[in-house]
């Protein structure tokens, strides 16, 4: 995976059995629409998460950067996030999750 957090995306299939993935636009809508609790997305570029951010925090969600990357290193020219958004008890839920496992 060119994020380098393939083991936490098999944390997370192994503890959920409903875990699916969507492009970019797509599951941020879902989950903007309360149609999905949460989304983890990986190696997004400022202009994947800006409009989410903003839009996540204004419906009453949870948004967090888990992880911000330089553009500087090999697997990306631009800076890179890793995000987890999504209804607050959803999300507090799956970090939870990630650090005890």
């Given amino acids: 995976m060119a994020a380098g957090v393939a083991q936490i995306f098999d944390d997370l299939i192994k503890l959920h059995p409903n875990v699916?993935?969507?492009?970019?636009?797509?599951?941020?809508?879902?989950v903007l629409e309360?149609?999905?609790?949460?989304?983890?997305?990986f190696d997004l570029r400022l202009w994947d998460v800006a409009a989410?951010?903003?839009?996540?925090?204004?419906?009453?969600?949870?948004?967090?950067?888990?992880r911000q990357r330089d553009g500087k290193d090999q697997t990306a020219v631009e800076?890179?996030?890793?995000?987890?958004?999504?209804?607050p008890c959803v999300v507090d839920w799956i970090i939870r999750t990630l650090q005890t496992s």
Avoid: N, P
Wanted: hydrophobic share 40%; net charge negative; with cysteine.
């Fill in 52 to 66: 989410t951010e903003i839009l996540i925090q204004e419906a009453g969600g949870k948004f967090l950067c888990l």
């Fill in 79 to 87: 800076t890179r996030y890793d995000v987890i958004f999504g209804k």
């Fill in 34 to 41: 309360g149609a999905v609790g949460a989304m983890v997305d």
């Fill in 20 to 30: 699916r993935t969507y492009g970019d636009c797509f599951g941020h809508g879902l």
